[in-house]
């Protein structure tokens, strides 16, 4: 599987991600990375690696006017646009356990069912080394130390005790 990390702090949202590609017992190292950034969005992906060269290079995210709530233009033009891409790209979505994104801001997380959950933290974690990172998050999160430094130390401590999470990371931030 994987680990992906976010972090909201200041109008930006940073998501971080590793490099393992997993199938059964077998561990690949990737270099097609998992945490990328398209227009104004950062997204940081598990699962299905199609998935996540659609998000990348076919999917055109809609622009939020500002009028609506952003929590609703995610749930309603976000998802729609989104399943629309997908539909057109049906391989896309076997395999598909979910995502990180990023927007003015804020940090989401799109579930395998396309529900929008959004964190009562800061920050969120995704995939096998899950519980690892989170865990992680919340004991760094009020030390005075960069973000970038407290999603390193969570994908660290996932990769130590999940053998699914394998370097190198990734970082990418998106500012509002």
Do not use: H
Not at 24 to 51: A, C, E, H, L, P
Not at 59 to 84: R, S, Y
Not at 92 to 106: H, M, R
């Amino acid at each position: 599987m994987t680990c992906i990390v976010g972090f909201e702090y200041n109008n930006s949202v940073w998501i971080g991600g590793d490099s393992a590609g997993v199938c059964k017992d077998f561990v690949s190292i990737r270099s097609d990375k998992k945490v990328f950034i398209n227009q104004d969005y950062v997204f940081g992906f598990t699962g299905s690696f199609r998935m996540g060269q659609v998000l990348r290079f076919r999917f055109d995210p809609p622009k939020w006017n500002g009028t609506d709530c952003l929590e609703k233009f995610m749930v309603v033009d976000f998802i729609d646009a989104l399943k629309n891409e997908l539909k057109s790209n049906s391989d896309a979505t076997e395999g598909c356990t979910g995502f990180l994104v990023g927007y003015q801001g804020k940090l989401f997380e799109v579930d395998t069912d396309y529900q929008i959950a959004i964190s009562a933290y800061p920050y969120t974690a995704i995939g096998a080394g899950k519980e690892l990172a989170m865990g992680s998050l919340y004991t760094t999160c009020s030390l005075d130390m960069p973000v970038e430094q407290k999603l390193l130390t969570a994908l660290q401590v996932a990769q130590e005790f999940c053998s699914s999470v394998r370097e190198p990371f990734y970082i990418e931030r998106m500012n509002k």
